[in-house]
């Protein structure tokens, strides 16, 4: 079983639909967006939700007005500004600056603090055209996705192995931070989406670093190649460098958005164009 990771370095270069048209061509696979904080895989494949989930990100304290004293205590110690004064001259908490230590909760004289759990954070087992999917929904402001990303890929894995899957494919967050992180530990391969702007070469440059730290094999794509081919030539230059092999160069093509908008991959939606028979050569090229 080999298990794929589709990254960018950012958004917008694509890289979910490259993934779908990915989707339509691989057999016996299961799938995971890894993109917990803006998932968008479930919107194309439109799977059937077999088990849901809650995942606790991180507590929130609340104080419990007929309770506190007014004493003081958590406002003094509360490093992240977290508590305030109203008008009243009550205490409250903002959730959006708590991080959920929990000193004011220990500190507090009468035991009013408590730390409420959020709920608002689901994470999805589904069955689709294209295979199983699992995904997760996260609550605005919440934490800890990268942990989410991580129970994500334990449960493809579980159902990879045990239905006895050829690939796992993982579509990854944006950017380098845990969710990233937590996307690429122990893979076999990544498949780089790249867009030739200058924001897509600089950004792909530093995940490309991150990747170089997990001592990988990692391939690369640039999408909308010809809408500044000038970087391109860059990106292609920078590629060679690195030893990171090009297997794909796809145009700029409005059949990607015209397949979305009839919540279809590329591949299905236009197995003809350009784009499908590029996505082809890419998938024979990655699968080896």
Not at 88 to 116: F, K, Q, W, Y
Not at 249 to 271: C, Q
Request: net charge negative; glycine share 6%.
């Amino acid at each position: 079983m080999t298990e794929i990771t589709i990254l960018s370095g950012k958004g917008g270069t694509g890289k979910t639909s490259i993934t779908v048209a990915l989707a339509s061509l691989v057999q016996n696979t299961v799938f995971s967006d890894c993109d917990v904080e803006a998932a968008d895989m479930f919107l194309i494949f439109e799977p059937e939700i077999n088990e849901e989930f809650t995942f606790e990100s991180g507590a929130k304290a609340i104080i419990d007005q007929d309770k506190c004293n007014r004493c003081g205590k958590c406002y003094d110690v509360c490093r992240f500004d977290a508590i305030f004064y109203k008008e009243d001259g009550g205490l409250e908490i903002n959730p959006l600056h708590c991080e959920g230590c929990r000193l004011c909760e220990r500190i507090c004289p009468v035991s009013a603090i408590t730390m409420l759990h959020p709920e608002n954070n689901k994470w999805f087992i589904t069955e689709s055209r294209f295979g199983p999917l699992i995904f997760a929904r996260m609550g605005p402001g919440e934490e800890n996705s990268g942990k989410l990303v991580t129970t994500i890929r334990k449960k493809a894995k579980e159902i990879a192995e045990a239905s006895g899957a050829d690939f796992i494919i993982n579509d990854g967050p944006p950017g380098i931070g845990c969710p990233v992180i937590s996307s690429l530990t122990g893979v076999d391969k990544v498949l780089l989406v790249i867009e030739p702007t200058k924001p897509g070469l600089h950004d792909i440059l530093r995940l490309i670093e991150l990747i170089d730290k997990f001592k990988m094999s990692a391939f690369a794509i640039i999408n909308k190649y010809d809408i500044n081919k000038t970087i391109c030539i860059e990106v292609e230059r920078k590629l060679k460098e690195l030893n990171i092999p090009l297997i794909g160069k796809i145009p700029f093509d409005k059949m990607f958005t015209e397949a979305m908008v009839n919540r279809k991959s590329v591949v299905e939606y236009a197995p003809d164009s350009v784009a499908s028979k590029i996505i082809h050569e890419v998938w024979d090229k990655l699968k080896q």
